[in-house]
């Protein structure tokens, strides 16, 4: 009778090679995430990801710090990524940094219900479940156990959505202070082009907007 050498070299091998694998954005390269993940066993491949900041089993992760959360929420930068995850049917937003940092800060320049109602909508109007984590490590075994969940083929085929014209231009107005999406909405359906609601006299859109449209028209006179 032959008994196999467990201890053999072939057999360590083998062994290293059977680690999860999981795809991390080479912009994640540095953070403390990747080298947890490394600690817990995970192989992290580091590619240039048009979506998201990992993929794990064939589901995108988007990872924001608290900070980073609020603030891309407020240049309407996550809005963008939340769209973009939308080709993948399996999804994650993942917020990291509870242990540190209030989510709804009571002074810090914004409504704490507005972020209450901001993350109501990426969970019923962009349907990607949230994943609150209390710091680095706490992330890393969250991707862990995902990542040792039964492996399917990884995708990396998405790319950056791109805006269609009636997309450019709401995105061209909400970057003027004071026009949300509603409001960039409303002035697009009345006056059609940037050219009309430019040339529109400030009386005819105080009707449209209120007192956004003086900000709007001296905005737009300065240029």
Do not use: C, W
């Amino acid at each position: 009778m032959i008994f196999e050498n467990i201890f053999s070299t072939k057999t360590k091998i083998k062994i290293l090679d059977e680690k999860p694998e999981i795809i991390a954005d080479h912009r994640e390269k540095n953070s403390l995430v990747i080298a947890e993940l490394e600690s817990l066993g995970i192989r992290v491949e580091m590619k240039n990801l048009p979506v998201a900041d990992f993929i794990v089993n064939n589901t995108a992760i988007e990872r924001k710090t608290v900070s980073d959360f609020i603030s891309s929420m407020i240049n309407k930068r996550l809005f963008r990524q939340l769209e973009e995850l939308q080709q993948y049917n399996d999804r994650l937003l993942l917020i990291e940094g509870m242990e540190n940092q209030e989510l709804y800060p009571e002074q810090g320049g914004i409504n704490p219900n507005a972020i209450r109602g901001f993350l109501l909508s990426i969970s019923l109007k962009f349907k990607v479940p949230i994943i609150q984590t209390k710091n680095y490590e706490d992330t890393a075994r969250f991707i862990s156990v995902l990542a040792r969940k039964q492996e399917t083929e990884i995708g990396i085929n998405a790319k950056k959505k791109a805006r269609n014209k009636k997309e450019q231009l709401q995105f061209i107005l909400e970057g003027f202070p004071g026009i949300g999406p509603k409001t960039a909405k409303k002035l697009l359906k009345k006056y059609k082009t940037l050219k009309n609601i430019i040339n529109t006299d400030i009386e005819e859109l105080k009707k449209e907007i209120g007192k956004k449209a003086e900000i709007f028209r001296i905005l737009i006179d300065e240029y």
